[in-house]
């Protein structure tokens, strides 16, 4: 369990490193994540040594989101005055994610079915 866990650490460490070096606007855990992936694709065989530390992870999921949880509690006043605007931001963030998804969905499927009816993949 120590080595696997030494090994996430490792990614989100040098995701973290990528991200200051490089001065990429994208969390470092979220690189170093995007680097786990592509380990695991290119030595499938690591997946059997992270898969039961992983499952521990994720089974404890929930108690990973209490710091967040007190963080809420400790800025209630502050998410309260400023309400209005994280309103605005989530409601106006979810209409453009919505919307670029079925944009995206829309051209994929324009793109795909000539090639779906030619007897392509």
């Known amino acids: 369990m120590i080595p696997a866990l030494a090994a996430l650490l490792v ?3 040098v995701g973290e490193a990528l991200v200051r070096a490089l001065a990429v606007p994208v969390p470092g855990p979220v690189a ?3 680097g786990l992936l592509l380990a695991l694709v290119l030595r499938p065989d690591w997946l059997a040594a992270l898969k039961p530390t ?3 992870l994720l089974q404890h999921l929930s108690l990973l989101f209490v710091p967040a949880g007190v963080g809420v509690m400790l800025h209630l006043q502050r998410l309260g005055d400023e309400a209005l605007a994280i309103g ?3 409601v106006l963030s979810t209409w453009i994610g919505l919307a670029s998804a079925a944009l995206t969905m829309a051209w994929l499927m324009k793109r795909v079915a000539p090639a779906v009816e030619q007897g392509g993949p």
């Open 32 to 34: 170093g994540m995007a």
């Open 88 to 90: 605005v931001a989530l």
């Open 54 to 56: 992983t499952t521990t």
């Open 11 to 13: 990614c989100q460490l």
